[in-house]
C-alpha cells in the first residue's frame, strides 16, 4: 500500500472539509432565529411603530411678521408662530420661499 506523503494529504483534507461545508450549509441556514436573536423581535417592534397625526393646521410665519426679504430680523415671527402652533394643540409652522434671517447676534436669541 502506497502511503501519501504530507504534503499530497493537506489538500484533500481541505477539499473534504469543504465538501462537507457545502453539504451542511442549506441546513444550517435554515435554522431558526435564536430566541434573544434581536432580528427575531423585529417585525413585532415594527408592528407596534404608529405615525404621529398632526392636526390640519398651518401657521405661516409670513402672518406673524416675517417678511422673508433678507433683511427684516425674522426670530420674533418665528417664535409667534411656534408658539401659537403649539397653544392650538398642534399643526404646521409653515416658511414659504424667501429668506428669513435671524438677529445678527444669535446669543441674544432666548
Known sequence: MRRLARASFAPLVAIAALAL???LAPALGAQAPAADDPWARLPAILSRIVAP???ARDFVVTKFGAKGDGVKDAS???RKAIE???KAGGGR???????FPPRADPAAVT
Do not use: D, H, N, R
Open 93 to 99: 409652522v409653515v416658511v414659504p420661499a424667501g429668506t
Open 84 to 86: 401659537a402652533c403649539q
Open 21 to 23: 461545508l457545502a453539504a
Open 53 to 55: 397625526q398632526f392636526p
Open 76 to 78: 420674533a415671527a418665528f
